[in-house]
């Protein structure tokens, strides 16, 4: 089923598909990735914010083709080829950017161990309770399931909001956390038009950080047309994409 979607939408659209044309060129360094997925975005955006050259190559990650899975064996994207050996996993792709181009920067990691740290734990909360918790409102299918899947999730948003120093969550610098939950804050359009979210019941400082976080150039480049995604998302909403985060969420485990 997704995999028809993305037949019928194979490639970025909007500003995504320039900065897609702008990043043909081979290099030492290769995103596969899918213009629909918010974990691509997450390392999409660290690339572009930092100026590493890269090349972007399109993958439909539902068909489990070979070439995918020598890259990654669980066959998620986003994948990355460092000088033709693979890496894959989102955040860990984040780290290695970090380690392996120092001298680009700015780099999103906060220097000094406190601030480290820091961002070590928020990013894993983002990771263990804010992701899980967006797909499990969208996979809820009845109301009782999606009013207590939605309040958990503004739970852990107002968790997370307290924390931010604004406007971005350790003050001026954007950084790996606002990275982390990027992806998920401005993809919220879908839960407020199926599933009763507001960003205000957050808070107003969180209503404030995810315009800040939609209107940042890196992300605005990074996004396809709205309408394209509303495709897959239906599949979601209807509870019958066949993916891992689904096979995950369905059985109570940690997202793959
Ligand atoms: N933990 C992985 C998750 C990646 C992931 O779930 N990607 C989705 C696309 S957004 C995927 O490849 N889905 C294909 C499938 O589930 O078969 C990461 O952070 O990179």
């Known amino acids: 089923m997704a995999s028809q979607v993305l037949q019928l939408y194979p490639r970025a659209s909007g500003l995504a598909e320039e900065t897609v044309k702008n990043h043909q060129t081979d290099c030492e360094l290769v995103l596969h990735g899918g213009w629909f997925c918010p974990f691509t975005q997450k390392c999409w955006i660290a690339l572009e914010e930092r100026g590493i050259p890269y090349k972007y190559v399109e993958t439909n990650p539902f068909n489990k083709d070979p070439a995918l899975l020598a890259l990654n064996p669980k066959g998620l994207i986003p994948a990355l080829t460092y000088q033709g050996k693979p890496l894959h996993d989102s ?9 392996a181009y120092p001298q680009y920067k700015p780099q999103l990691r906060p220097t000094g161990p406190y601030h480290a740290a820091q961002a070590r734990i928020w990013v894993d909360f983002i990771n263990k309770f804010i992701v899980p918790g967006y ?20 739970k852990y948003l107002q968790c997370y909001a307290d924390k931010i120093h604004g406007p971005y969550f350790f003050g001026e610098e954007f950084s790996i956390v ?9 993809r919220d359009w879908v839960l407020v038009e199926h599933r009763g979210f507001r960003r205000e019941a957050v808070s107003p400082k969180f209503t404030a950080y995810c315009e800040l976080l939609a209107n940042r150039p890196t992300v605005r480049r990074t996004f396809s047309n709205k309408e394209n995604y509303e495709a897959i998302y239906a599949l979601h909403l209807a509870g019958t994409i066949k993916s891992s985060i689904v096979d995950a969420i369905k059985h109570g485990r940690s997202l793959p």
């Open 91 to 99: 955040h860990i792709i984040l780290e290695f950017l970090e380690d």
């Open 135 to 154: 797909f499990r409102i969208f996979h809820a299918q009845t109301p009782e399931l999606q009013a207590s899947a939605l309040g958990e999730w503004i």
């Open 178 to 186: 606002d990275l982390s939950i990027v992806g998920w804050a401005i």
